[in-house]
């Protein structure tokens, strides 16, 4: 098990888990200091820090620090706390790990190439989605997730979490409130659609008569998307974009 690996591929995934490290050892114990173990909030684990009664207190600490959102030591007596014959003394921290943002950028026109290139620079795991190949092959900047497919098919397939920001740009309409339909009712950190005043407003009723979305809902969307500074060419209004979410995601680092 590489656990470096599986801890980069949990954070890009947006995947809740807690890092379980021995850093210390006293005795004897079934592990010894630099033993890791990698527990997932839905239970699975990965690697071990020494099994039986230990690991299984182990585990619950993990979950409570997930819980929590903080790190933490703690300390185990092998043979007063756990019946462990080895008699030892273990101490274990466990840190959740901070999970990357990712960004679903659905369309990769214009205004999409722009903040790709831009977002790249920025902590985003980011995927552009499109059913236009020929568009995707034009992106080539580094470290870009080119997602091709018909929208309605991969939607199901896509990883919301609280850590997910949205930005709908597609070159319809239609299909623009379609994905935001989606994608509203997903755990999100941000959600924003491009278009005109006139658009945000038709969407707003259209959602409301439907029964798509609540009005509270509607009011956390950005739409339009974007900061108001007068973009007009696609790399302006790709930095106007970019420049909100930079704002959301470092206010929600703020009010942690």
């Known amino acids: ?117 831009l977002a790249s620079e920025l902590d985003f795991v980011l995927h552009v989605i499109d059913d236009r190949r020929e568009e995707l092959d ?10 091709h497919g018909q929208f309605r098919e991969v939607l199901p397939a896509l990883a919301f979490s609280t850590n997910a920001y949205i930005v709908v740009m597609t070159y319809d309409h239609v299909t623009d409130r379609e994905i935001l339909a989606h994608c509203i009712q997903r755990p999100h950190a941000y959600i924003g659609m491009i278009g005109s005043e006139r658009k945000a407003r038709i969407t707003k009723r259209m959602f409301s008569k439907d029964g798509v979305a609540t009005v509270e809902q509607l009011d956390r969307v950005h739409m339009p998307i974007g900061k108001s500074i007068a973009a007009e060419t696609p790399e302006e209004i790709a930095i106007s974009i970019l420049a909100e979410l930079i704002e959301v995601k470092n206010n929600a680092c703020v009010n942690k």
Not at 70 to 76: D, G, N, V
Not at 87 to 95: K, P, S
């Open 1 to 117: 098990m590489d656990i470096h690996k599986e801890i980069e591929h949990a954070r890009s995934e947006g995947t809740a888990a807690a890092l379980c490290i021995v850093v210390q050892t006293k005795g004897s114990t079934p592990r010894k200091a630099g033993a890791r173990m990698l527990v997932y909030a839905d239970g699975r684990l990965s690697g071990t820090i020494g099994g039986g009664n230990l690991e299984k207190a182990v585990v619950a600490h993990a979950f409570e620090q997930l819980q929590a959102g903080t790190p933490k030591l703690f300390r185990h007596e092998l043979l007063q706390e756990h019946n462990m014959c080895c008699g030892g003394t273990v101490d274990i921290y466990i840190e959740p790990l901070p999970r990357m943002n990712t960004l679903y950028l659905f369309g990769a026109g214009h205004v999409g190439k722009a903040l790709a290139r």
């Open 138 to 147: 034009r992106i080539t900047t580094p470290g870009v997730r080119k997602v």
